[in-house]
T-cell receptor, first 110, second 116 residues
Framework: DQQVKQNSPSLSVQEGRISILNCDYT??????FLWYKKYPAEGPTFLIS?????DKNEDGRFTVFLNKSAKHLSLHIVPSQPGDSAVYFC?????????FGKGTRLSVIA | NAGVMQNPRHLVRRRGQEARLRCSPM?????VYWYRQLPEEGLKFMVY????????ESGMPKERFSAEFPKEGPSILRIQQVVRGDSAAYFC??????????????FGEGSWLTVV
C-alpha cells in the first residue's frame, strides 16, 4: 500500500521554464512534507519542507504547495536550470518515520 | 565533514557472506534511520534507532537483518547470509530530534551492496 505516490516517473522541461512535480498521499495523519533531490550514486539532499498548517513555502527558486483537502502537494522550480536535473522524492511524516514516494526524474534541457 | 558518514561506499559480497554497513550521524544527532533503495524503486524505511535503542524496526526483514546504534561508535546495519535480492543502495540518515514530528532528516552518501 503506497501512502505517498508520485505518479509521473519522469518529466522533461526546457531551461528557464517552470518545472512542476506532483505528489499525492493517502494517510491523513501526515503533517509534515518534504522534498529531496537525488543525483546518481549520491544520497538524497533535503530541498524544502512544509508543515500541514501552511499551504505554501518558498525558498529561492523552489516553492512547495500543499492542498490538504486534496491530499496533494507540488514542487515548483522556476526558472529551471540544467543543474536541477535529478530525481526528486516527495516524503511525508506524521507519527511515523518518513515515507517516500518512488521519485520523479526531472530532465532540464538546455 | 560534519555530514552523515557512511562506509563502505561500495561493498561486494558473495552469496552467503555477511555484510556490515556503518553510519556515523551528523554531529549532535542522536537519531539514526536506515533506508534501502532497490533498483528503480523509492526509498523504503527499514529501522529507526536512538543510542542503544531500536525505536521502530517495522521495515526490517524478519530474518538475516539486524541493526544497532551503540552508546559509542557508529550505527551498524548487518545482513547475514546475503542473497542476490539484498543488492541495493542502503542509506543512513540522522536527525537532531525525532524525525517523526516535523523534523528534517539528513542522509549520507549511501552504501552500495552488490551480491554476486
Amino acid at each position: 500500500d503506497q501512502q505517498v505516490k508520485q505518479n509521473s516517473p519522469s518529466l522533461s522541461v526546457q531551461e528557464g521554464r517552470i518545472s512542476i512535480l506532483n505528489c499525492d498521499y493517502t494517510n491523513s495523519m501526515f503533517d509534515y512534507f518534504l522534498w529531496y533531490k537525488k543525483y546518481p550514486a549520491e544520497g538524497p539532499t533535503f530541498l524544502i519542507s512544509i508543515s500541514s498548517i501552511k499551504d505554501k513555502n518558498e525558498d529561492g527558486r523552489f516553492t512547495v504547495f500543499l492542498n490538504k483537502s486534496a491530499k496533494h502537494l507540488s514542487l515548483h522550480i522556476v526558472p529551471s536550470q540544467p543543474g536541477d536535473s535529478a530525481v526528486y522524492f516527495c516524503a511525508a511524516s506524521g507519527n511515523t518515520p518518513l515515507v517516500f514516494g518512488k521519485g520523479t526524474r526531472l530532465s532540464v534541457i538546455a | 565533514n560534519a555530514g552523515v558518514m557512511q562506509n563502505p561506499r561500495h561493498l561486494v559480497r558473495r552469496r552467503g557472506q555477511e555484510a556490515r554497513l556503518r553510519c556515523s550521524p551528523m554531529k549532535g544527532h542522536s537519531h539514526v534511520y536506515w533506508y534501502r533503495q532497490l533498483p528503480e524503486e523509492g526509498l523504503k524505511f527499514m529501522v529507526y534507532l536512538q543510542k542503544e535503542n531500536i525505536i521502530d524496526e517495522s521495515g526490517m526483514p524478519k530474518e538475516r537483518f539486524s541493526a544497532e546504534f551503540p552508546k559509542e561508535g557508529p550505527s551498524i546495519l548487518r545482513i547475514q547470509q546475503v542473497v542476490r535480492g539484498d543488492s541495493a543502495a542502503y542509506f543512513c540518515a540522522s536527525s537532531l530530534t525525532t524525525g517523526t514530528l516535523g523534523n528534517t532528516i539528513y542522509f549520507g552518501e549511501g552504501s552500495w551492496l552488490t551480491v554476486v
